[in-house]
């Protein structure tokens, strides 16, 4: 059992759709990451928070909008996506982003289909 | 800047036989090197992790990785394979806080 849960694990929208995917870690860390994973590329780390703080956005476009309201949920809204934009989308958790060996934890991830 | 280069995106081998994936890292500072495995439809699972300990490091499942500065290298090995092993697996290297860079995959076939 994963002490990372993400939810929901597929999802389906219209290019016009808003929709959010949630992540909640069960491990009692400060950090929590967004990664995309898509076929043929080396996963990309989207965003990433340490105690609620963003800390990194790694230049993701603006349809895509991270919120954290508390150290232990970290959610991706949605909205006007593109079909290039269906990937795997993996949220993952550690620590916090100050000790490098730190272990960073990673959920069963959403599988986003934008049509 | 810190990258991993996995050569070979695809490997097969036989049950039983030995497992060799390839992990090379450029880093101009000593790093902290991860090897991840995926099966099919879930996501990452830590096997192992390098943080300037042993340069050998034992991680689940049987597998081991040895870190080899003067060939920047930290390659994942299994003496024998099982049919179980057959996923994806990925190397990623670490130096500072935190961004972990993720190589492009090995996916692993085990034939019976």
């Known amino acids: 059992e994963t002490g990372v849960t993400q939810t929901p694990r597929h999802l389906v929208m219209g290019m016009t759709n808003k929709k959010s995917l949630k992540c909640e870690q069960h491990?009692?860390?400060?950090?929590m990451y967004w990664y995309k994973q898509s076929a043929k590329k080396p996963l990309e780390l989207m965003f990433v928070y340490n105690f609620k703080e963003q800390t990194e956005n790694n230049s993701v476009p603006s349809r895509f909008s991270p919120e954290c309201p508390n150290s232990s949920h970290l959610f991706l809204h949605l909205h006007t996506l593109q079909p290039e934009d269906s990937a795997l989308y993996l949220c993952?958790?550690?620590?916090?982003?100050?000790?490098?060996?730190?272990?960073?934890?990673f959920g069963e991830g959403s599988w986003l289909t934008v049509v | 800047a810190q990258s991993v280069t996995q050569l070979g995106s695809h490997v097969s081998v036989s049950e039983g036989a030995l497992v060799l994936l390839r992990c090379n890292y450029s880093?101009?500072?000593?790093?902290?090197l991860f090897w991840y495995v995926q099966y099919p439809n879930q996501g990452l699972q830590l096997l192992l992790k390098y943080t300037s300990a042993a340069t050998l490091v034992k991680g689940i499942n049987g597998f081991e990785a040895e870190f080899k500065k003067s060939e920047t290298s930290f390659h994942l090995t299994k003496p024998s394979a099982h049919m179980s092993d057959a996923a994806e697996y990925f190397c990623a290297v670490r130096l500072s806080g935190s961004r972990l860079t993720f190589g492009e995959g090995t996916q692993l076939t085990v034939n019976p």
């Open positions: 491990l009692g860390h400060n950090a």
């Open positions: 993952a958790s550690s620590q916090d982003t100050g000790g490098v060996g730190n272990t960073i934890y």
């Open positions: 880093s101009s500072v000593p790093p902290y």
